[in-house]
C-alpha cells in the first residue's frame, strides 16, 4: 500500500519560515488533487491549499500571500512553503492527495510556531 511520507515541520520563532515535503512511496495512479490540510488542537481539520493536475491552485483566505504550494510531476511530490508564520499556525499537518477513486492522507507533521 502507497503511503505520504511527509517532512519538514518543527518548532519555529514567529516570522520565520519552513518548507513541508509530502512523497508517495510508491506510484500513485489517476491524481486529480495533491494538498495540504492543518488540524489544531479542539479543532476540525481545514484545508490550507492543494493544486490540481492541471495547475490550480486554492488556499484558505486567511493565508493567500504566506504560503505557497508547488508540486513535482515526475516525482508526484507537493511541497507548502510556509512564510511569515504565527503562533495561529501551529498544528498538524497532513497532506492529501485525491485520485479519481480514492482520498489518501499522510500521517501528519507537526509545526509550532512560538511567540
Known amino acids: 500500500q502507497v503511503q505520504l511520507v511527509e517532512s519538514g515541520g518543527g518548532l519555529v520563532q514567529a516570522g520565520g519560515s519552513l518548507r513541508l515535503s509530502c512523497v508517495p512511496s510508491?506510484?500513485?495512479?489517476?491524481?486529480?488533487?495533491m494538498g495540504w490540510y492543518r488540524q489544531a488542537p479542539g479543532k476540525q481539520r481545514e484545508l490550507v491549499a492543494d493544486?490540481?493536475?492541471?495547475?490550480?491552485?486554492k488556499y484558505a483566505d486567511s493565508l493567500t500571500g504566506r504560503f505557497t504550494i508547488s508540486r513535482d510531476y515526475v516525482k508526484n511530490a507537493v511541497d507548502l512553503q510556509m512564510n511569515s508564520l504565527k503562533p495561529e499556525d501551529t498544528a498538524v499537518y497532513y497532506c492529501?492527495?485525491?485520485?479519481?477513486?480514492?482520498?489518501?492522507w499522510g500521517q501528519g507533521t507537526q509545526v509550532t510556531v512560538s511567540s
Open positions: 492529501k492527495v485525491t485520485t479519481t477513486d480514492r482520498d489518501c
Open positions: 493544486i490540481t493536475s492541471r495547475g490550480s491552485t
Open positions: 510508491g506510484t500513485i495512479f489517476g491524481i486529480n488533487a
